[in-house]
């Protein structure tokens, strides 16, 4: 396919985590949920300023991590406002899916608080590791949610690539917490433990590094494949209807899951393993897909706070 959109290549590994389709259970249960709103009113941070974009460290787990936070142009400390945690792929870093996303200028316009946690270059998948990750994610929501004006009806997760995995993975692990997710080039299988919640995924047919088919990965687990992975999403979101697909470019269709219980969306294009619409290539040399894959992940968030 011909596309006009300017790219560069950006050189970041696959997903490493031991299993993709299944097995897995969610993150122990009993870890208290988030509570939000508490830093409403109070004055930023000596490190905070509005349209800025910070690095900050956290302990979590008795580790040192740490994550990066863009408080929106138009934040009013006065107005809970939404939160998207934004994960990076295999290999890469907060400040680089930041770039990859296009969330900054977005969060600026929209007002939501952009959240980039960093996995230190990778969101592993060992059942320890999930754990950890979990909480490690846990605290940043309740970090920034006692310093900024959070809705915590309104806190999404999207994420690329293996962070695409640690963003569906949240969707099971800490469904308190999240209220939609958005996985690109990478989505977990829910397990019978998981429950409703609203999802929309990207995927490439081209991808060669998640196969868009299904297989194996790198030896390191195997994938089913992205539309059977979405279905098994919508039997866990109660979806009964038949899916409709519609053609919504040249190279891209949207297949919506009917008769869900929480939105059942697949956008999948003709492009590899890539954020639609962005122009940051990584992980392959296909072109990225013609649509802004941000934009729409965005309208999908806003239409799906907790209720």
Not at 223 to 233: D, H, L, Q, Y
């Amino acid at each position: 396919m011909k596309l006009t959109v300017a790219h560069f290549v950006t050189s970041i590994m696959v997903c490493s985590f031991a299993l993709l389709a299944g097995g897995a259970e969610p993150a122990s249960p009993g870890l208290a949920p988030v509570s939000g709103g508490s830093g409403c009113g109070k004055s930023l941070a000596a490190d905070l300023a509005v349209g800025k974009t910070t690095t900050r460290a956290i302990a979590s787990g008795g580790s040192n991590r740490s994550y990066v936070l863009h408080v929106p142009a138009i934040y009013d400390a006065g107005k809970p406002a939404p939160v998207v945690l934004n994960f990076h792929g295999f290999g890469g870093n907060a400040a680089q899916q930041n770039d990859i996303s296009g969330f900054v200028p977005m969060s600026d316009r929209e007002g939501f608080i952009l959240v980039s946690p960093d996995g230190g270059g990778a969101w592993r998948f060992l059942q320890s590791a999930r754990d950890v990750n979990t909480a490690f994610v846990r605290d940043v929501v309740a970090t920034v949610s006692t310093e900024l004006c959070v809705d915590p009806k309104r806190i999404f997760a999207a994420g690329k690539s293996q962070g695409g995995f640690m963003s569906s993975w949240l969707g099971c692990a800490a469904a308190d917490v999240v209220a939609a997710i958005a996985p690109v080039s990478g989505i977990y299988e829910p397990t019978e433990n998981c429950g409703p919640i609203p999802i929309i995924e990207f995927h490439g047919q081209s991808d060669s590094l998640i196969p868009f088919r299904g297989g194996r990965v790198l030896g390191l687990g195997s994938f089913g494949g992205a539309v059977a992975v979405m279905e098994k999403w919508a039997h866990t979101n109660g979806c009964t209807g038949t899916p409709e697909a519609v053609q919504i470019t040249p190279h891209v269709q949207r297949v919506t899951y009917r008769g869900c219980k929480a939105a059942t969306v697949h956008v999948i294009t003709e492009a590899g393993h890539t954020w639609p619409g962005t122009s940051v290539r990584e992980g392959d040399n296909s072109l990225p897909a013609d649509l802004p894959a941000s934009e729409l992940i965005w309208d999908f968030f806003k239409a799906h706070p907790k209720q």
